[in-house]
């Protein structure tokens, strides 16, 4: 567990919360820099996603993008 806390992101990773942390213009347009991007379908993109926002090797990389979506799911979660 030490040597994964130490290691650093994938590439693939930090592609991840790069993308989060961009805007869109408007609907679809992030779905499809998913898919051209980096070559994920949506859901396994926001799978992927959910899991990095657990990682603490992905807050060490992006504190502020990691904290934002973390409140993000939390408010959707206590919505439900």
Do not use: C, W
Not at 31 to 57: C, F, H, K, S, T
């Amino acid at each position: 567990m030490e040597r994964e806390e130490r290691q650093e992101l994938h590439r693939r990773e930090q592609a991840i919360l790069a993308l989060e942390r961009r805007g869109f213009p408007g609907p679809g347009a992030k779905e499809r820099a998913i898919r051209e991007e980096l070559g994920l379908a949506p859901v396994r993109y926001y799978q992927l996603l959910n899991a990095l926002l657990d990682d603490e090797r992905a807050l060490a990389h992006d504190p502020v993008t990691v904290n934002r979506l973390r409140r993000v799911r939390e408010a959707r979660r206590s919505e439900r």
